[in-house]
């Protein structure tokens, strides 16, 4: 079946520096990743929708300018928390859609800022 | 804008019980509905797909529903055991393009 994976699984960091969580579709390619966050006991909430070798496309509401997403090949996409501050501190996971559209999702990264 | 409503939030059942889990969503023109599963502190597991013209989905014990007119989906879980709990959570996708819309997750506890 269709894997996918990220990484790190949990990451703390100190305010104002910068994280990058990974994610890798493992056995297929994904010319679409999505990247979604979810707060505590709340549902998950769609953050962006990434292209493979294009521009993310961003929900509104959240910066494009603090959450960076490359999607630079077919398998790997990237997330990058910059200048991250307490309130950034979530569980982020991303999702790789295949050939059909359907979406695979990753196991989830925790990031803790202090 | 779709919206996604998950009832019961929480749902407390002895070992053995027969229960349903409800979702409704708000518009009708979706492409199809997909229940997930999610573990404390994990990612998402795929239960169930049903296409638009589906009515339902079969796995093991599951079985999941669909009446797109009235905008709702149910997924029954036969002779309940504690490694069921979990939060289960509904999504759909629609037709104008690949983004899924979550519901907020029904949390349920299975008690041996």
């Known amino acids: 079946g269709a894997v996918v994976s990220q990484h790190p699984s949990r990451v703390i960091c100190k305010s104002g520096t910068s994280v990058k969580i990974e994610c890798r579709s493992l056995d297929f390619q994904a010319t679409t990743m999505f990247w979604y966050r979810q707060f505590p006991k709340q549902s998950l909430m769609l953050m962006a929708t990434?292209?493979?070798?294009?521009?993310?496309?961003?929900e509104q509401g959240v910066e494009k300018d603090k959450f960076l997403i490359n999607h630079a090949s077919l398998t790997l996409s990237t997330l990058t928390v910059t200048s991250a501050h307490p309130e950034d501190s979530s569980f982020y996971i991303c999702?790789?859609?295949?050939?059909?559209?359907?979406?695979?999702f990753g196991p989830g990264t925790r990031l803790t800022v202090l | 804008k779709q919206e996604v409503t998950q009832i019961p939030a929480a749902l407390s059942v002895p070992e053995g019980e027969n229960l349903v889990l409800n979702c409704s969503f708000t518009?009708?023109?979706?492409?199809?509905l997909q229940w997930f599963r999610q573990d404390p502190g994990k990612g998402l597991t795929s239960l169930l797909l049903?296409?638009?013209?589906?009515r339902e989905q079969t796995s093991g014990r599951l079985n999941a529903s669909l009446d797109k007119s009235s905008g709702r989906s149910t997924l029954y879980i036969a002779a309940s055991q504690p490694g069921d709990s979990a939060t289960y959570l509904c999504?759909?996708?629609?037709?104008?393009?690949?983004?899924?819309?979550f519901g907020e997750g029904t949390q349920l506890t299975v008690n041996p």
């Open positions: 049903i296409q638009s013209s589906q």
């Open positions: 518009d009708s023109a979706i492409y199809n």
């Open positions: 999702s790789a859609a295949d050939g059909h559209n359907e979406q695979f």
């Open positions: 999504a759909v996708k629609e037709t104008s393009g690949s983004r899924l819309t």
């Open positions: 990434s292209n493979e070798g294009s521009k993310a496309t961003y």
